[in-house]
């Protein structure tokens, strides 16, 4: 099979890659980009993992062909920190300890982010709704909407 090339803005950075035609865009991300933080879990669309932000909305990369997301920009967990200084959606998941072994914890920052980006003071319902499509197997969840909780508060306080 016959590569194609594909030109992406990856996490404000312009990408020309070239891939086999049917390489999801989760595997596109994480072998020709080496961007680990996207994380393979179900590969079926229903555990969130893979979650990347994709011209502004948030998407299961796994359920994406990268050809797909041609002329787009992407936006994974590695695009939030700026430099060493974690985003403050990051910070308050380690503040919080919102996670345990961290297969979940990219996919729920990205929809966190999603979240509050639209609704920058929601309620503990909304947080559960929002975070409806992302599987954790470890923290019960009750850390990880604290999580979401304190974010919110960081983000008010004036942080990014
Ligand atoms: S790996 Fe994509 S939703 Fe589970
Ligand atoms: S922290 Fe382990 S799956 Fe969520």
């Known amino acids: 099979m016959d590569n194609i090339t594909c030109n992406f803005v990856v996490n404000g950075r312009a990408e020309q890659i ?3 035609p049917n390489r999801t865009l989760l595997h596109m991300l994480r072998e020709e980009l080496s961007l680990s933080g996207v994380k393979e879990g ?7 993992s893979c ?3 994709l ?4 998407v299961n990369a796994c359920l994406i062909l990268a050809a797909e997301a041609d002329g787009m920009e992407i ?5 939030l920190s700026d430099g060493e200084k974690l985003h403050p959606i990051q910070q308050a998941f380690v503040d919080e300890s919102g ?3 961290g297969a979940c914890t990219t996919g729920m920052i990205l929809s966190t982010k999603n979240l509050l980006d639209a609704n920058p003071d929601p309620s503990r319902q909304q947080i559960k709704d929002a975070l409806a499509g992302n599987f954790c197997r470890c923290t019960g969840y009750a850390k990880i909407f604290e999580s979401v909780e304190a974010a919110a508060q960081n983000m008010k306080g004036g942080q990014r």
């Open 18 to 20: 070239s891939f086999p």
């Open 42 to 48: 179900c590969s079926h669309g229903e555990c969130g």
């Open 51 to 53: 979650n990347v932000i």
């Open 55 to 58: 011209d502004g909305k948030l």
């Open 75 to 79: 936006l994974t967990v590695e695009g």
């Open 99 to 101: 996670m345990q072994c």
